[in-house]
Nanobody
């Protein structure tokens, strides 16, 4: 059974840091670009960051650029999201997802797998 499992969420004060992990099992994801999304209460799910299969390319939403860093360890089949300088607006459930593509510039792709999400709450 293929699974993506997020962890590392929690409650943190504004200005603090958290590192989220997305561990894959059931198959290797070393040939999949991977994304992080988030969904705040009452809002639509939004893109946060993406990383190519090799880890050589990354992309960020403007709202997190300079504060968040996406990375991956293909040997561990795990993707990370380091979140620094957190603000209350970062409060959301964070999800990881696997693309059907290898590189980020591919226009046509699907999200084949999603995790169940991990809650991040930033207090002011």
């Amino acid at each position: 059974q293929v699974q993506l499992v997020e962890s590392g969420g929690g409650l943190v004060q504004a200005g603090g840091s958290l590192r989220l992990s997305c561990a894959a099992s059931g198959r290797t994801f070393s040939r999949n670009a991977m994304d992080w999304f988030r969904q705040a209460p009452g809002k639509e799910r939004e893109f946060v960051a993406a990383i190519s299969a090799s880890g050589g390319s990354t992309k960020y939403a403007d709202s997190v650029k300079g504060r968040f860093t996406i990375s991956r360890d293909n040997a561990k089949n795990t993707v990370y999201l380091q979140m620094n300088s957190l603000i209350p607006e970062d409060t959301a459930v964070y999800y990881c997802a696997a693309r059907s593509s290898v590189i980020l510039s591919t226009v046509t792709f699907t999200y084949n797998y999603w995790g169940q999400g991990t809650q991040v709450t930033v207090s002011s």
